[in-house]
């Protein structure tokens, strides 16, 4: 049974930290990039991150390049989400994701992506 597990999200103070982790099982983990998406309320889900299958080449998108770190442990099948300097905006629901993308795929489409955890929540408020 495929699984994704993800852990971690909770309520931070503007400027805190957080890691989220992403537990895997029931498929070959290193054979995956991983990526990070999240979901504000009311808004459409969005990619946050992504690591290709060996850990190079990390991307992120904008709204959190600089603040943000994704990294991945294969023999351990997790990956993790190390974020800083939260803001307000920050707020939603972050989902892990694994895929089969060959190095053309564009890492930012949900679509490519096979296998998604149900979630953690992650709020960032005063």
């Known amino acids: 049974q495929v699984q994704l597990v993800e852990s971690g999200g909770d309520l931070v103070q503007p400027g805190g930290s957080l890691r989220l982790s992403c537990a895997a099982s029931g498929f070959n983990f290193g054979n995956y990039q991983v990526a990070w998406f999240r979901q504000a309320p009311g808004k459409a889900r969005e990619p946050v991150s992504s690591i290709r299958r060996d850990g190079s080449r990390p991307l992120y998108s904008e709204s959190v390049k600089g603040r943000f770190t994704i990294s991945r442990h294969n023999s351990m099948k997790k990956a993790f989400l190390q974020m800083d300097s939260l803001k307000p905006e920050d707020t939603g629901v972050y989902y892990c994701?694994?895929?089969?993308?060959?190095?053309?795929?564009?890492?930012?489409?949900?679509?490519?992506?096979?296998?998604w955890g149900q979630g953690t929540q992650v709020t960032v408020s005063s």
């Open positions: 994701a694994a895929g089969s993308l060959i190095s053309s795929t564009p890492w930012d489409e949900s679509r490519h992506y096979q296998f």
